[in-house]
C-alpha cells in the first residue's frame, strides 16, 4: 500500500500482545461463542453470556439476536 501511494510510507503498524489486552477478552469470548453456537449447534458457551450481552450486527448496526433455530433475528 505504500508503494502504491495508497498510505504514507511513514505510516507505522505496532501489534499488541492480545494477552495484555483484556479489554478485547470480552468481544472475543463473545464472538467465538457466537461461532459455535451457529456453526457447530453448540449454544451453551453463547448462553451463559446471553443475558449480559448486548451484539449488533457489524454492518447495519442492528440488534442481533440468536434463535434457537441457528439463526439470527431482530428478536428472540
Known sequence: MA?????SHR???IHRDDRTEP???LA??????????L???EPQWF???VDATTVYEAAT???LVLNSDRG???EW
Open 3 to 7: 508503494a502504491d501511494r495508497k498510505i
Open 72 to 74: 439470527r433475528s431482530t
Open 61 to 63: 448496526g442492528q440488534l
Open 39 to 41: 456453526a457447530a449447534d
Open 23 to 25: 479489554g478485547l477478552w
Open 47 to 49: 448462553n451463559r453470556v
Open 28 to 37: 472475543d469470548a463473545v464472538a467465538w461463542s457466537a461461532r459455535w453456537a
Open 11 to 13: 505510516m507505522r503498524l
